[in-house]
C-alpha cells in the first residue's frame, strides 16, 4: 500500500476499525522526524528512537502472526513470525528492516497476496551492536504486502528465561517465560522493536503436552486444561515489549468477574489471598481514569528468578513471588502494573527517552490507588519511602541521569530505569496536583488517556497537550519555565511536593531512644509495624549502628530469619555494611534463590566495596548465576567485571 493510493489506504483503515473497533485504529505509514510534531489526524510521525534499527517511516509493521514450537530440550523457540505491513514514504524502493539479537534467520519469504502464497526473498543479518543486535533486512518485491520469517531463538535469548525443574516452586517440570522491555522482544521475535510502532497479534504455540502456556493476549485458559496446543490474539494495537508468554506448570484461581491469578499449583491458593483486592483497585482506577480497555486483567506469579518486581504485560500482568508477604503490605505493585494499563499500555512512550510518560504517570497513579483502596496513611508511608529513595539516588547520581527526559543516545536503555522517572515523575504529576487542584488535574490526566488511547507519544507532544489543555486555560498558575525545570533539568525542583503527613513520626522518636541507648531493642514496640514502618525504621538506623546494636534488633526480632523480602533485603544490606557475620547464610541462601535485580544487584555492589567482599561475591555468584535471567546477570557481570574469574 502506498500513499498514492488513498482510497485503498482508507478502506483498509476502516475494515481495521470495523473488525477490531475505533480504539485500535490503525494509520498510515507517515515520516520520520527529530523529536519534531506536527501530527495530522491522518498520520503518525515517527521520531527518531535510536534503540531500533527499524524503518517503520517507510514500511510499517501492523500485525505479527507467530507459529511456534516450545522446546525445553533446546531451549529454543522456533518457528515463524508473519509480519503484515503498510507503506509510507518512499516506500516502492524500501526494503523492510527489522530488530534482532542472536537469532538464527533460516529463511524469508515475501507474498502480494495477503499472505495466500509466498516466495522466497534475499535478506541479510547485519553486525551486532551489543545494545541493539543486528538489523535484519529484507529485500521487498514493489507489491509485496507480508513478510515470513522462519527461524528459532538462541539458548541464550535475553528476553528469555529457561528453568530447569529444581529452580521452581514444584521441581517437577520446567519454566520458561519472557521479558521484552524494553529492547528484548527482538531476541524471540523479528520485528521492528520500537515503542512507536503499534501491533496486533496472533500466536500459535506448541508446548510439551504436560505444560500450560499462557499470553499477554486472549486466549488464557481459566480451566487449567492442557492440550499443548495453544492459541492467542490480542487485538487491540501494542507496542513490541508488552508481547510476553510464559510456559510452565500453572494453576489459575479466580479472583473477580474480570481478574485471576495463574502460577505454579504450591503458590496459587497465597497469591490469590494476596491479590484479593485486585477487582477493588480495577473498580478504583476506573472511576478515577476512566473505562480498562483491555477486558480482563490477570496476574500470573512467576518463580523467584524473574528479574523486576512486575512488568505490565496486557491482560497479564507478570509479577515477582517475592511481594507475597502474607500481609498485602506490597501489592502496591499490583496497582502500579494495573496502573500500567492506562499510563504505558494505553498512551505509550514513543521511545525509551520517554520512559517517564510511562513510569512517572504509573507511579502518581500508583499513589492514588493506594490511597483510595488502602488509606491516607498507607499512601503516605509509601510515598515518604519513595521520595527519600529519589533524593539518596539522585545525590549518587550522574546530571544527565537526573533529567526526566534522559538522553540513552549510545546506551543501554535498560539503564534509563532508575528512581528518576518514576518518582521525580510522580512529584511532577502531584505538583501539578497541588497547584491546579486535584479535580482539575483529573479531570484532565482522563481526558489524557482517552484521547491518546492506543497511540505512542513523545515527551514533546506531552507537553504541548498540557500547555494547551492545562497551562493555558488556567493562566498564571503555572509557568512554562516550570515545566521545563521538570522536565529538562537534573535534580529536583525546590518547590517539589512533599508529604504533609506525621506517618513516621513514632518511628523517628523511636530511633532516637533506641540509638541513645534510652530503649532496648526488645522494647521497641514493633509488634504491628507494616513493612513500611519496619524500611522507615531500618533506613533511619546510621551505617555506624555497630554489631552489639545489629545483634541487639536481631535477638528482639529475628531480622536475618525474616521472610518478607523488602525487610530482609533492607537487613541484609546493613549486615553487609556491618560484616555482621550471623547473617552470612542468609545472604547467600537469598541470593541463591531470589534473582530480582532490585535487591541482588545493590547487595553485590554492597559487597565489593571491600576486597573480602569482593572475594565472597564472586564465590556466591558461582552459585548463584545459573539459576539468573539475562538480565539480572548483565548487571552482576557488569559490578564484578569479571566474567571468566566467576563462571
Ligand atoms: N515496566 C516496568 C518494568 C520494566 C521497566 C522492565 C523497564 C524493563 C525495563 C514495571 O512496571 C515496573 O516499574 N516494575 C517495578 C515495580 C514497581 C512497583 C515500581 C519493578 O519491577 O521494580
Ligand atoms: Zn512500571
Not at 42 to 55: C, G, L, P, Q, T
Not at 381 to 386: C, D, F, I, T
Not at 496 to 511: C, G, H, L, M, W
Request: some cysteine.
Amino acid at each position: 500500500m502506498n500513499f498514492s493510493r488513498a482510497s485503498t489506504v482508507l478502506c483498509t483503515f476502516l475494515l481495521i476499525n470495523l473488525f477490531f473497533g475505533c480504539e485500535t485504529a490503525q494509520k498510515p505509514a507517515g515520516k520520520i522526524e527529530e523529536q519534531k510534531h506536527e501530527s495530522t489526524s491522518a498520520e503518525i510521525v515517527f521520531v527518531k528512537d535510536h534503540h531500533s534499527y527499524a524503518n517503520p517511516e517507510a514500511i510499517r509493521v501492523t500485525n505479527v502472526d507467530l507459529d511456534w514450537d516450545v522446546s525445553f530440550e533446546t531451549k529454543t523457540i522456533k518457528g515463524t513470525a508473519e509480519l503484515s505491513f503498510e507503506r509510507g514514504k518512499e516506500a516502492d524502493k524500501a526494503q523492510m528492516i527489522l530488530d534482532t539479537r542472536d537469532l538464527k534467520i533460516e529463511k524469508t519469504k515475501t507474498s502480494s497476496d495477503g499472505g495466500k502464497t509466498y516466495k522466497d526473498a534475499t535478506f541479510k543479518v547485519g553486525e551486532a551492536d551489543k545494545f541493539l543486535g543486528s538489523p535484519l533486512t529484507i529485500d521487498l518485491p514493489p507489491d509485496a504486502d507480508r513478510v515470513k520469517v522462519t527461524y528459532q531463538t538462541g539458548p541464550t535469548a535475553s528476553g528469555l528465561q529457561w528453568l530447569t525443574p529444581e529452580q521452581t516452586a514444584g521441581k517437577k517440570m520446567p519454566f520458561m517465560f519472557s521479558q521484552a522491555q524494553a529492547i528484548h522482544a527482538r531476541s524471540f521475535i523479528p520485528l521492528q522493536d520500537s515503542p512507536q510502532v503499534r501491533i496486533t497479534y496472533s500466536a500459535k504455540v506448541r508446548t510439551p503436552k504436560d505444560l500450560l502456556a499462557v499470553m499477554s493476549a486472549e486466549g488464557n485458559s481459566q480451566t487449567d486444561e492442557r492440550t499443548g496446543e495453544y492459541e492467542f490474539k490480542m487485538p487491540k494495537a501494542i507496542p513490541s515489549y508488552l508481547i510476553a508468554i510464559a510456559v510452565g506448570d500453572l494453576k489459575f484461581k479466580p479472583l473477580g468477574k474480570r481478574s485471576g491469578v495463574y502460577s505454579e499449583p504450591s503458590v496459587v491458593g497465597k497469591a490469590a489471598k494476596e491479590f484479593e483486592d485486585t477487582e477493588k483497585m480495577i473498580d478504583a482506577t476506573e472511576k478515577l481514569y476512566g473505562e480498562y480497555a483491555w477486558g480482563r486483567y490477570d496476574l500470573l506469579v512467576l518463580p523467584p528468578s524473574f528479574p523486576f518486581g512486575g512488568m505490565e504485560n496486557p491482560m497479564l500482568t507478570f509479577a515477582t513471588p517475592t511481594i507475597l508477604a502474607g500481609d498485602k503490605s506490597l501489592v502496591s505493585l499490583v496497582a502500579h502494573e494495573l496502573a500500567h494499563s492506562w499510563s504505558g499500555n494505553l498512551v505509550t512512550n514513543s521511545t525509551w527517552r520517554d520512559f517517564w510518560l510511562n513510569e512517572g504517570f504509573t507511579t502518581y497513579l500508583t499513589y492514588r490507588i493506594t490511597e483510595t483502596v488502602y488509606g491516607e496513611k498507607q499512601y503516605s508511608m509509601e510515598a515518604m519511602l519513595g521520595r527519600k529513595g529519589l533524593e539518596d539516588e539522585i545525590a549518587a547520581m550522574d546530571e544527565r541521569d537526573q533529567i526526566l527526559h534522559v538522553d540513552l543516545k549510545g546506551r543501554d536503555p535498560d539503564d534509563g530505569f532508575t528512581g528518576v522517572p518514576y518518582e521525580k515523575g510522580a512529584l511532577f504529576l502531584r505538583y501539578l496536583e497541588e497547584k491546579f487542584g486535584r479535580e482539575k488535574l483529573d479531570e484532565f490526566l482522563k481526558t489524557y488517556f482517552k484521547s491518546h488511547a492506543f497511540q505512542s507519544i513523545t515527551t514533546e507532544q506531552f507537553v504541548e497537550y498540557l500547555k494547551a489543555n492545562l497551562l493555558e486555560k488556567n493562566p498564571g498558575v503555572v509557568t512554562d519555565t516550570e515545566v521545563d525545570e521538570w522536565i529538562n533539568k537534573p535534580g529536583l525542583p525546590k518547590t517539589a511536593p512533599r508529604a504533609k503527613s506525621n506517618a513516621f513520626e513514632k518511628i523517628d522518636v523511636i530511633v532516637k531512644e533506641f540509638l541513645a541507648g534510652k530503649t532496648a531493642a526488645k522494647d521497641i514496640p514493633a509488634k504491628d509495624w507494616t513493612t513500611q514502618e519496619w524500611l522507615h525504621f531500618l533506613r533511619a538506623l546510621p551505617s555506624d549502628l555497630g554489631n552489639d546494636k545489629m545483634a541487639e534488633l536481631d535477638a528482639a526480632f529475628d531480622l536475618t530469619k525474616v521472610g518478607n523480602s523488602e525487610i530482609v533485603f533492607q537487613w541484609l544490606v546493613m549486615s553487609i555494611a556491618h560484616k555482621y557475620a550471623p547473617a552470612d547464610g542468609r545472604l547467600e541462601e537469598f541470593l541463591t534463590t531470589v534473582g530480582r535485580r532490585k535487591f541482588v544487584k545493590p547487595l553485590f555492589e554492597e559487597l565489593v566495596k571491600t576486597p573480602a567482599g569482593k572475594v565472597r561475591a564472586i564465590e556466591i555468584y558461582k552459585k548463584a548465576h545459573p539459576g539468573y535471567h539475562p538480565i539480572t546477570a548483565k548487571s552482576i557481570d557488569e559490578i564484578l567485571d569479571s566474567k571468566e574469574e566467576s563462571k
